[in-house]
């Protein structure tokens, strides 16, 4: 039988610790069985920005003009990837926890509470290499006051990306095909996020513009951008935008996973 929200809420908070030491758990050992470890934390974003950059930036030259192209694309990168996880991770998580769901009895919350934290964990380290990134390679990206806000900006798209995961981890475990169809929406969300390109460069209509500008994604990271790469405080707008989309997916996709408790471990039994 499902618990009220509040009890739900309760039960969560009481297994607090238990998540707190799982995630870090597997935050700590997710590379061990690889030669490089931990290292393809720092090795597998830039590698993928540097293919980014070799595409875009020598091949099709989207970056000319521009002051700092190869800074704005790692953080492009390393944002979108950071969110593209959480999506597409999401949709197998309860499967691969099968045996635990149906040994134990908890809130099955706890699972993308964890997933996610474990992510957060890791992005830590990764936002820490983007900023020494931009700060060593051409053209120099040098640390300002502004960099601080990397602070409440990283936190913003970790609430996001919880309740991404808490959607997709529903969706994915009633209809396991949907795993395929998130993938294309990941695709399409790094081209409507502004990741490798300026959309305003290539985007005339204003509605269109506007429309876009309503990703939080798109706001995250260009906030990022304007913090450590221009050297400002992002605009009023767009810390509206990133808040109130990050908290409302959060609280829908929070409750849109409670709303199926029940039938997580029934389903797989």
């Known amino acids: ?50 293919f980014y950059f070799v595409i875009f930036g020598l091949v099709l030259k989207i970056g000319k003009g521009m002051e700092n192209f190869p800074a704005f694309l790692i953080i492009g990168i390393l944002l979108y990837r950071s969110t593209a996880t ?17 040994a134990f009895t908890f809130p099955r919350a706890s699972i993308p509470i964890s997933a996610v934290l474990q992510a957060t964990m890791t992005a830590v380290f990764t936002t820490m290499v983007m900023c020494f990134a931009i700060m060593v390679i051409p053209p120099f ?10 602070i409440p900006i990283f936190l ?10 808490l959607i997709t981890a529903r969706i994915g475990f ?20 502004g990741v490798m390109f300026p959309i305003e460069r290539f985007l005339d209509n204003e509605t269109a513009l506007s429309i876009v500008t309503l990703n939080p994604l798109y ?3 260009d906030m990022m951008r304007t913090v450590l790469l221009d050297g400002q405080v992002p605009d009023l707008r767009a810390w509206i935008i990133s808040i109130v989309s990050a908290v409302g997916i959060l609280v829908v996709g929070f409750i849109y996973f409670w709303r199926a408790e029940e039938s997580y471990g029934r389903e797989l039994g």
């Open 141 to 150: 990206a040098l640390p300002q006051i502004s960099w601080v806000l990397v």
């Open 174 to 193: 009633h209809v396991p095909d949907m795993a395929n169809v998130l993938a294309v929406v990941s695709r399409f969300l790094m081209y409507g996020s």
């Open 1 to 50: 039988m499902r618990p009220s929200l509040g009890e739900y809420l309760q039960q969560l908070w009481q297994r607090r610790h238990f998540i707190w030491y799982d995630s870090r758990h597997r935050a700590s050992t997710q590379n061990s069985r690889m030669h490089l470890g931990n290292v393809w934390l720092f090795l597998r974003p830039l590698i993928d920005a540097a």
């Open 156 to 165: 913003i798209q970790a609430v996001l990306n919880l309740g991404l995961m």
């Open 86 to 102: 959480s999506i597409t991770s999401g949709t197998g998580l309860l499967r691969s926890n099968k045996a635990m769901i149906k």
């Open 219 to 221: 706001q995250i990271i």
